[in-house]
């Protein structure tokens, strides 16, 4: 599909004017929405401005032959993002939930997962874990303890053998994701795409039409889209990722994002505690009394190295 030219004249709608859409894919500059009135139509954006993201609501104007050009986006309740120091890349808007996946085989990175908790809490996202291939011998013994933290820190988690026991995984996952918006993240063969096929019937066929609409691969998850729920609500596959920076946010949006720091933090003796060295520290206090995991401190402390070297 060609990318109109700029300058095209815009042709009015049927209705005449400016209409509302959902984001569904976004690659590049280029975009793939749904409108308000149930079309389906490939789009671009005025200018230099490509900030535009699934789950994102829009105003569009038809250029003809089922081309659009994004006139706005509108406000955003939430924008899931990761940034290094050069670039900031958003992921997904106007989330409900962000589902992240992993897995014990091939090992999740308990450092990615960290950040990406830290991130949604920075936009007030409620997040799960997804702990997926609970068939293979020995995946799930391995993670288990690891899972236990997470759980007793208040995120649900849920273990899923969506290949062995596909309608089990329906079975729990549906009454979860029903009339929600979810984001599907996490590294790449953790099993986004295998949870999407089994959730929404048909999906990898509708992947290779927008595939081929934005002119993108077509045998691997190299864009995230959004997929409507049977009975209500929009889930989104997105391509796995291998680091997730946290330059956007602050040492102190960093600690707040650690549930079981949150509660302690102005408890120091000083109020510029590092929580290294310092006398009277409430969050050193709390790891040698075992109210925090160890691995958890040490990885926060290795977010904060980075965040202060920036
Ligand atoms: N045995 C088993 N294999 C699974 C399960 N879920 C996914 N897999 C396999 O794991 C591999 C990766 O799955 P995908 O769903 O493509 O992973 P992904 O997270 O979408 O990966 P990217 O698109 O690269 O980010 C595939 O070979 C799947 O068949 C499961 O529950 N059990
Ligand atoms: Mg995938
Ligand atoms: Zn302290």
Known sequence: MSVPETGARPEKDVDGGVQQATVLASYGRQFWLRSDAGTELSAVTR???????????????????????????LPRSNLLRRSDAHRSKALAANLDQAAVV??????FSEELLLRVLIAAEREGID?????????????????????????????????????????????RLMPILAAKSTLLLGQSGMGKSTLV?????????????????????????????????EHGGWLIDSPGFQVFGL??????EIEHGLREFAPLLGHCRYHN?????????????????????????????QLRDESERS
């Open 47 to 73: 200018g230099r401005h490509a900030d535009v993201v699934a789950g994102d609501r829009v105003d569009w104007l038809g250029l003809g032959s089922g081309q659009a050009v994004i006139e706005r986006v």
């Open 102 to 107: 992993i897995s014990g085989e091939p090992l």
């Open 127 to 171: 997040c799960l874990l997804l702990a997926t291939k609970a068939d293979i011998p020995g995946a799930m013994e391995g993670i288990e303890a690891r899972l236990a933290v997470y759980e007793s820190l208040g995120y649900p988690v849920i273990r899923l053998a969506s290949k062995a026991h596909p309608q089990a995984a329906l079975d």
């Open 197 to 229: 096929n089994l959730l929404v019937p048909g999906a990898d066929l509708r992947t290779q039409e927008i595939s081929q609409a934005l002119q993108t691969g077509r045998h691997t998850t190299t864009f995230t889209r959004a997929f409507e729920l």
């Open 247 to 252: 330059a956007h946010l602050s040492v102190s």
């Open 273 to 301: 505690c590092s929580h290294r060295h310092e006398p009277h520290c409430a969050i050193r206090t709390a790891l040698d009394e075992g109210r925090i995991d160890v691995r958890r401190h040490t990885l926060y402390q």
